[in-house]
């Protein structure tokens, strides 16, 4: 059986924006409007690859579809694998990167240099950590990424960027430390590094040797809690998102569900049914510490007093609610919360964005960018044919405050889960599951129902501080009258946050094939028998390109 | 010999956390690098300890797969090596960029009480 196209199709995601970002790299500094062109192009290549792997993970037989990229048998080599969920979120990847750098063209591309190249790398660094299914490298996929954010962070420089970028670096090489401490635990203990092949001797690992290895699984947790943004380890994360330029951090509101998707994957994975004495163990610490998180993100987001701390805290809410449901360890909360990272992303990337244009008409913020934009040589255009494309583009669209405005409910009401769209199917789904666990698979690690009501509550009330909150910033925008001209808005500004939020509407209109697509990679992720048996039984190439038997 | 591995990387371990909990964009880079090395040499031990065990493959000694040490955690370490390094270096240039621009070594761009 000779390998078509399409087998290869899953490295392409990897691939694809390593040689991108590295050939950019060669243009050097300048050449910005040829960099652009390329970065579009890529992100728009990499978003139909990941719809295409959407359609081959649902519509193909088997649960989850294995590459091996150096081609040595399974436990030996590096293998990627992609089932429904990295393939899901390798699409919400591409989606946001597409949105996030279309906005970016309006200038914040040109507020310093390297953006695109650093872009690239940055979702090469997220695809690879979706994709793999090996324990170290899914730590190199992590640097990637990471070396490619402290970039993208302090993109336009400034003594706030820095500052906060010093405590980010800081915060993640740290918890890089941990996160090698981690693995070589768990390769010490089980012999291997490929997370099939570690879930199936996890199971057999002696009494003695059980507590290291649990001790290596918590460590390892840590690092993704880090990143996930969970209390008490996420006092960085809402001054540096604040402190990001929009698209970054509208592109960093995915990075934060990088750590919930493999505590996701993990938990599951290693500590499922089958873990023997260890199963259940990682549940009811993900459901405290998701619980705590929602906890503080509620309280932050009534005591933050600008915009993007406040989105901060929208962003660390978000991960409180992904991770209490995940340590619920039922299927079918899972699915509910799939549906709810979903829709939480695309809104959160949505509001990152807007709130910038919101605060545009603010004199200080213009200020600010004028010096960035003057220090870096750009108030004057270079490109006569920009020029005429600058003066196009100061004339107002009339109905920009109008925009702003429906722009901003649509976000508050995604955030809060206030119907009629898709933030209030995503809680509803959500309260539904975790209240009506009858005629559901066996429980893992079954959580007791007072947590259940507690959760039920705090999420309510986080729904109804999320509301007050942007009521009260809403306020302070649209409805003090302070005689501010209406912001100039660019369509390449406005079009994103639209197809952001038009995504949410469609995600809520299409709510069925869409829950019935969670449904099944949630039970996937229950069940991991048949992705521990994929990765185990994949088969090499040999050198004329066949599949051997 | 488990007992001075032990030691040195309790050592190293231990100086770099103090380290890095300090005040002084210096004493924190400086806390990375030792707590890097620390997790270099764990790395290392996690492939068990041993002396005079054959590092690479040899035809003639072909006999157990128990005399040759662990190859995977030499390579994870050069890995490792090589990206703690980079970010070190990158580490760095953030340090100069925050000293140049605030004006202090502080981690926080100001003097504390």
Request: charged residues 10%; contains cysteine; proline residues 5%.
């Amino acid at each position: 059986m000779m390998l078509s196209w399409h087998d290869h199709l899953m490295i392409v995601p990897i691939v694809l924006p390593m040689v991108v970002g590295g050939l950019m790299l060669l243009l050097g500094e300048g050449r910005a409007t040829l960099k652009a062109g390329v970065n579009v192009l890529a992100t728009l290549a990499l978003l139909a690859v990941a719809i295409a792997l959407l359609r081959q993970a649902d519509g193909g037989q088997v649960q989850v579809a294995v590459y091996l990229p150096a081609n040595w048998p399974a436990p030996f080599g590096i293998a990627l694998a992609l089932d429904r969920l990295s393939a899901l979120m390798l699409v919400l990847t591409a989606t946001m990167a597409l949105c996030s750098l279309l906005y970016s063209l309006a200038r914040w591309h040109r507020a310093g240099v390297h953006f695109h190249p650093l872009f690239q790398l940055q979702l090469m660094g997220l695809n690879g950590a979706f994709l793999t299914a090996d324990l170290f490298n899914l730590f190199v996929f992590f640097e990637i990424l990471l070396a490619a954010s402290y970039g993208l962070l302090l993109h336009g420089s400034g003594p706030q960027r820095v500052k906060t970028g010093l405590h980010y670096i800081a915060v993640n090489l740290a918890g890089s430390s941990l996160f090698l401490i981690g693995v070589a635990l768990i390769y010490g203990i089980t012999g291997s590094l490929n997370m099939a092949d570690v879930a199936v001797r996890i199971g057999q690992v002696a009494g003695s040797d059980r507590m290291l290895m649990e001790a290596g699984a918590a460590i390892l947790g840590v690092a993704f809690l880090i990143k996930a943004g969970a209390w008490p380890l996420n006092f960085w994360l809402p001054p540096s998102y604040a402190a990001a330029s929009p698209p970054a951090a509208a592109l960093f509101s995915i990075m934060t569900k990088v750590g919930v998707y493999i505590i996701l994957r993990l938990s599951l994975l290693l500590f499922g049914a089958d873990a023997g004495a260890s199963s259940g163990l990682v549940q009811p610490w993900v459901l405290y510490i998701g619980l705590a998180t929602l906890t503080f993100g509620t309280l932050g987001m009534l005591a933050s007093q600008n915009t993007g701390r406040l989105a901060g805290f929208a962003v660390i809410i978000s991960s409180g609610t992904l991770l209490s449901a995940i340590g619920f360890g039922r299927d079918s909360v899972t699915a509910a919360a799939l549906f709810y990272l979903v829709s939480s992303t695309l809104a959160l990337g949505a509001f990152f964005l807007l709130q910038e244009l919101m605060e545009r008409s603010r004199t200080f913020g213009a200020d600010l960018l004028a010096v960035t934009l003057e220090a870096f040589g750009l108030d004057r255009s270079v490109d006569p044919e920009e020029d005429m494309n600058t003066t196009d583009v100061g004339v107002a669209i009339p109905a920009a405050m109008a925009f702003l405005g429906l722009a901003f409910i649509a976000c508050a009401l995604v955030l809060s889960g206030l119907p009629p769209l898709s933030g209030f199917v995503a809680k509803f789904a959500l309260l539904t599951t975790i209240l009506n666990p009858e005629g559901l698979t066996p429980e893992i690690g079954n959580p007791e129902p007072v947590l259940a009501w507690v959760l039920l509550a705090l999420l309510i009330v986080s729904g109804l501080t999320t509301v007050v909150s942007l009521t009260r910033i809403g306020i302070r925008a649209f409805w003090v009258p302070s005689g501010r001209m209406p912001p100039r808005l660019r369509v390449i500004e406005v079009f994103p946050i639209a197809a952001m939020l038009v995504l949410g509407i469609v995600l809520m209109v299409q709510a069925q094939p869409a829950m019935r697509y969670f449904n099944d990679a949630a039970r996937a992720l229950h069940h991991p028998a048949e992705y521990v048996r994929g990765i185990m039984s994949a088969r090499q190439v040999d050198h004329r390109g066949d599949v051997t038997p | 010999m488990e007992l001075i591995i032990a030691i040195a990387i309790g050592v190293l371990g231990g100086s770099g956390i103090w380290l890095l909990l300090r005040p002084r964009t210096f004493q924190v880079i400086m806390g990375i690098s030792l707590l890097s090395y620390a997790v270099n040499l764990f790395i290392f031990s996690m492939g068990r300890l041993s002396v005079d065990q054959i590092p690479i493959l040899r035809a003639s000694r072909a006999s157990e797969i128990a005399e040759y040490a662990d190859p995977l955690p030499q390579a994870l370490v050069l890995t490792a090596i090589v990206i703690g390094f980079a970010m070190t270096a990158l580490f760095l240039v953030v340090l100069l960029a925050s000293r140049g621009l605030s004006g202090t070594d502080h981690v926080d761009g100001r003097e504390g009480e």
